[in-house]
């Protein structure tokens, strides 16, 4: 059982910057892939970023050239930078581990992301 617990959702005005950090209880390497997700209130979860083992990545149109996803393998960790927030980027992001993107099989808890116009 992989266990992920997220850090680092807060209150920012638009315009400003977070990071989120997903802490996994086992070594990462043993999943090909991890990542982001988000889901706004009466919207469907979507995929926001995600990376796999090799390093490949991918992200939401949206986020492309504002937000970064990486990952820590000495620490089991992955992050999200986000730069440049905008009011629609409001939401509980999740971070979630698997076989693919689109396959997350294990999920955090969520962290509150708001940003103010």
């Known amino acids: 059982q992989v266990q992920l617990v997220e850090s680092g959702g807060g209150l920012v005005q638009a315009g400003g910057s977070l990071r989120l950090s997903c802490a996994a209880s086992v070594n990462i390497l043993t999943t090909n892939a991890m990542g982001w997700y988000r889901q706004a209130p009466g919207k469907q979860r979507e995929l926001v970023a995600a990376i796999t083992r090799g390093g490949s990545t991918v992200y939401a149109d949206s986020v492309k050239d504002r937000f970064t996803v990486s990952r820590d393998n000495a620490k089991n960790t992955v992050y999200l930078q986000m730069n440049s927030l905008l009011p629609e980027d409001t939401a509980v992001y999740y971070c979630?581990?698997?076989?693919?993107?689109?396959?997350?099989?294990?999920w955090g808890q969520g962290t509150q992301v708001t940003v103010s116009s």
């Open positions: 979630g581990a698997g076989i693919s993107a689109a396959t997350f099989r294990y």
